[in-house]
């Protein structure tokens, strides 16, 4: 392995389990390694697009290569997909494991490893990748749940920065209980709650359960005419997201249209600050993508939405 410089800073992705396990790993490697702790920052996409580059040295993970991060003693971990070869900054990428997994082997070969640290990073990785056959695939989603459902730094603080704890988790009750009960009602609803928003681009109303695994079921069986489908959630402090899916790569040019990123069956972006509430977001997204279309929501069924999201919801 090549010597990794000493980080002023690491820096990761704020929206998932993986970009949570990828960036405290880092933070033990650059203890073991340079005995620091240096701050831990965490970035939504477009927030991240507006973060300059400013440090002699970062490491990054989890948000992609780019053009400004290719700067000598910046090291990028990454598993998204990119055609930029880096001139000057030491980029580790491979888009068939996550980024957790990434980590975790640089991780190992400074001999921080464990069967539990094992354990979860194989979890995130199951998640991350949406590995389907993997017999760990619904408990590896109920971990990974955590973060979608009580955010980034909620966790970080419920088990203390100590990653091993949430392999036990009482909150992992929790998670399996909204998935037996909550995701085959969310299934429903959905299937006969979907908006048009272009001919090949679809919002579906998931009002309850974990919307990437019902997003899934609906891409699988079919049961929509749309090949990518959005879902959208409101945060506590007015931010709206959107999340997309798709199965052929579909997603991922419609996510940068929103000048968001990720993967090309799964990604995401934030809405500009002036979308405050789903409806508001839905006729955004109509006119945005399919600007010579006419919204094809009701006013009445934009009624029942603005109701149905008054309260904010978790992403």
Excluded at 51 to 64: F, N, T
Excluded at 123 to 149: G, H, I, S, T
Excluded at 182 to 204: A, I, K, Q, Y
């Amino acid at each position: 392995m090549a010597e990794l410089p000493r980080p002023e800073v690491i820096l990761t992705h704020e929206s998932d389990l993986d970009g949570l396990v990828a960036g405290v790993l880092l933070r033990r490697l650059a203890r073991k390694r340079f005995d620091v702790t240096p701050p831990l920052e965490a970035f939504h996409y477009n927030s991240w697009r507006g973060r300059e580059p400013r440090e002699l040295s970062a490491w990054v993970c989890d948000l992609g290569f780019e053009a400004r991060l290719d700067k000598p003693n910046w090291v990028v971990i990454d598993h998204h997909p990119t055609e930029r070869t880096p001139a000057k900054a030491h980029l580790i990428h491979d888009v068939s494991k996550s980024a957790g997994l990434l980590c975790y082997e640089l991780c190992r070969e400074h001999g921080l490893e464990s069967p539990a640290l094992d354990r979860l990073v194989h979890l995130n990785n199951v998640a991350d990748l949406f590995l389907v056959d993997d017999p760990d695939f619904l408990v590896a989603n109920d971990c990974a749940n955590l973060v979608k459902v009580y955010g980034f730094w909620t966790v970080h603080a419920l088990v203390g920065g100590e990653l091993e704890r949430l392999l036990d988790h009482p909150l992992l009750e929790v998670m399996a209980v909204k998935r037996r009960v909550e995701d085959p009602l969310g299934f429903e609803w959905g299937r006969h709650h979907v908006v048009e928003l272009t001919p090949t681009v679809g919002f579906v109303d998931t009002i309850l359960g974990n919307t990437n695994l019902i997003v899934h079921q609906l891409l699988e069986q079919k049961a929509t005419r749309y090949p990518v489908l959005v879902t959208l959630f409101r945060r506590a402090n007015g931010v709206v997201i959107a999340s997309l899916r798709s199965r052929g790569g579909e997603a991922l040019p419609v996510a940068e249209r929103l000048q968001g990123g990720g993967h090309p069956n799964a990604c995401g972006a934030t809405l500009p600050r002036s979308v405050r509430n789903i409806p508001d977001a839905i006729l955004y997204l109509q006119r945005l993508l399919n600007p010579k279309a006419q919204s094809s929501l009701p006013a009445k069924d934009l009624e029942g939405l603005f109701a149905a999201w008054e309260a904010p919801s978790q992403a």
